[in-house]
């Protein structure tokens, strides 16, 4: 059952089906062929029951903050501020796109989202202040994938879901881990300014620093808000979304006076269809791992291992190989229902931390978004700024192989992603 269902999964991506088919086509014939005693009702009912969690009403809230920041002065005054802080040292617009990029993440959970936004306002300015057009569209790309692993991550919160993991453990690792690899970043930034002999700008004076800040004030109460309700105990990561959206709003149309009622319902409408799309790949998803679980898929990986003898770090890396191969040709949500199925039961089987694992997985989905031929963030990129493909997989290289090394680093030292969640919560 098991090798027909994968064979006609492939079948059906490699002909250009939806992903929405790749994953609901599977699993209808898993059921009709293999379970066909099994209620049409059923079969229903796992779709619905699948994504009527409460957990997953965060999704829809964060996409529409995400839209709302995007689209108004909330995210260009973040970005502001950063660049009042770092921006005048050697390559400072470099690190102005990476903590932009951190910052966008903070209240979007998007990868694409952070790509399309932070392209449109930082990339001329990386031109001009000397970087090349190859490791800027590296660097905006790359960046970008913070956002997966910076609170609140639309990936944690599936995978919370799917696992039962707790979304606030996976939030406080993630931030941890998504500082080392701005922070890997921030070295090649380093280099490349100094290879092409970048200079410092003047210096930003206090008062300038101090006018940036008061700028973002309202800005900065939106990750505040979040990360502090969340890890402070106020909220819960859905009632922080919710929370956000409110306050995106308020802050928008009565403080910044940029989000008109027409303007709302555009971008609500927007985040209708992103949320839709992403509920009905949960959806098929929940069936095709329901079948998965039927078939007993996790107890065969399980066996198959014990047989040859390997442990959790030869478990990892296949894990690894896995998520970086997927990445490289499907969304990243359709990455998760797929692998996490059958492979997080070994996982934990194997005495490996769900909260680690989850940062593990959601590392490799980043990586293999920007990595070619077909990394969804290269072709938003593409889009977005208008340049070709291969412009930006020139630039991507190097962020690439940072990627690589952060990804064994933080693999093989469990207790850098679970150092701050057993800080905040303990073990």
Known sequence: ML???????????????????????P?????????????????????????????????????????????????????????????????????????????????????PATVAAMGRMVYPEMRRAGFSEKFSLGLLVASAETALLIPPSITFIIYGWMTGSSIARLFAGGLAVGLVLGLAFAILVKLAAKRSGLEPHGRTTASEKLAALRAAGWALGMPVIILGGIYGGVFTPTEAAAVSVVYAILVEAFVYRNLTFAKLVEITEKSAISTATIFILLAMG?????????????????????????????????????????????????????????????????????????????????????????????????????KPVMSIIRGVWPFIAANIVVLAIITYIPSISLFIPNLLFGR
């Open 27 to 111: 699993a209808l014939a898993a059921k009709t062929i293999f379970y066909g005693s099994m209620p049409d009702l059923a079969f229903v009912q796992k779709a619905i029951g699948g994504i009527n969690h409460s957990t997953l009403l965060a999704i829809p809230f964060f996409i529409l903050a995400a839209q709302l920041m995007g689209s108004g002065q909330i995210a260009s005054r973040l970005t502001g501020l950063v660049k009042a802080l770092v921006g005048h040292t050697r390559g400072g617009m470099g690190y102005t796109v990476i903590g932009g990029s951190m910052a966008f993440g903070s209240v979007s959970g998007s990868a």
């Open 286 to 386: 929940g069936i095709l791992a329901f079948f998965i679980t039927l078939a007993q898929v996790p107890a065969e990986i399980s066996a198959f291992l014990t047989a040859i003898d390997a442990g959790p770090l030869t478990f990892l890396l296949a894990v690894n190989v896995c998520f970086l191969i997927a990445g490289m040709f499907i969304d990243p949500n359709s990455a998760l229902l797929i692998l996490v199925p059958p492979l997080y039961p070994v996982a934990t089987a194997l005495g490996i931390d769900p909260i680690h694992f989850g940062i593990v997985v959601t590392l490799n989905i980043g990586l293999g978004m920007i990595t070619p031929p077909f990394g969804l963030d290269i072709f938003v990129a593409s889009s977005t700024l208008d």
């Open 3 to 25: 090798y027909l269902v994968i064979l006609l999964a492939v079948c059906l991506l490699v002909a250009g089906f939806e992903m929405l088919l790749v994953l609901g086509i």
